[in-house]
C-alpha cells in the first residue's frame, strides 16, 4: 500500500462531494477565521465520528463498553439518517476523486476548468453525515485537459493544519489494515 501524498506531505484520498466557486476578491481577514473556526468544528466533529469502540477490547474492567458501542452505533445511525435529510434540503455535487492535505488538493471539475491563478473556495464534504463542508481557500496552480485541477491552500492555520494531518493519517492507517486484511482472508 503506497501512501497517498501531494505537495510532498501525506494527503487524504477519496471519492467525495467537492465544489469549487471562484471568488470575486481575496477573503478578509475576518472571513478567514470564519472559515478556520467553522473548519476546526467541522474536522473535530469528523474525527469524533470515525472512532469507534473497540468491541475486541471489552472486559471487566469497562463493564458498560458493550453498552455504549450499541449507542454509539444507533447514534451514528441517527446522525446518517439526519445528514441524508440535510442534503435532501441542499443537494450537494455528485462525487467524484479527490486528493488534499493542509497544503492543496487535486480533484477533477466537472463544471468547467478555472483559470490558473483563480482564487476560490473548495468545499469537500468529508461524510454524509456532516451538513457543513471543509472550506478551503485556494488558488489554482494549474489544470490538466482532463479537468483535473491542482490548487495550492491559503494556510488554514495550524489546530486546522494538524487535524486535516491526522485525517489523512487516519485514512491511510485504515486502508493498510484492510490490505492487511485482504491478504489474511
Not at 119 to 146: F, N, S
Not at 164 to 179: D, P, S, T, Y
Amino acid at each position: 500500500m503506497d501512501t497517498v501524498v501531494l505537495f510532498d506531505e501525506m494527503a487524504y484520498e477519496d471519492v467525495l462531494s467537492v465544489r469549487w466557486s471562484p471568488l470575486s476578491s481575496a477573503p478578509s481577514f475576518s472571513e478567514c477565521s470564519h472559515f478556520s473556526q467553522r473548519n476546526l468544528k467541522v474536522l473535530q466533529v469528523c474525527a469524533a465520528a470515525e472512532s469507534q469502540v473497540a468491541v475486541d477490547a471489552l472486559d471487566e474492567k469497562n463493564p458498560y463498553a458493550s453498552d455504549l458501542h450499541r449507542v454509539e452505533v444507533k447514534l451514528n445511525m441517527a446522525l446518517e439518517v439526519l445528514g441524508q435529510l440535510v442534503a435532501a434540503q441542499d443537494p450537494r455535487p455528485a462525487p467524484l476523486a479527490v486528493r488534499f492535505n493542509a497544503l492543496g488538493g487535486v480533484w477533477h471539475n466537472p463544471e468547467g476548468v478555472p483559470a490558473t491563478g483563480t482564487q476560490g473556495l473548495l468545499r469537500i464534504y468529508l461524510q454524509e453525515c456532516l451538513a457543513q463542508p471543509l472550506t478551503l481557500i485556494a488558488t489554482v496552480l494549474g489544470c490538466a485537459e482532463d479537468g483535473r485541477v491542482r490548487a495550492q491552500f491559503t494556510p488554514p492555520g495550524e489546530p486546522v493544519a494538524e487535524l486535516i494531518g491526522k485525517l489523512a493519517f487516519r485514512r491511510h492507517r485504515r486502508q493498510v489494515a484492510g490490505m492487511r486484511q485482504h491478504h489474511r482472508d
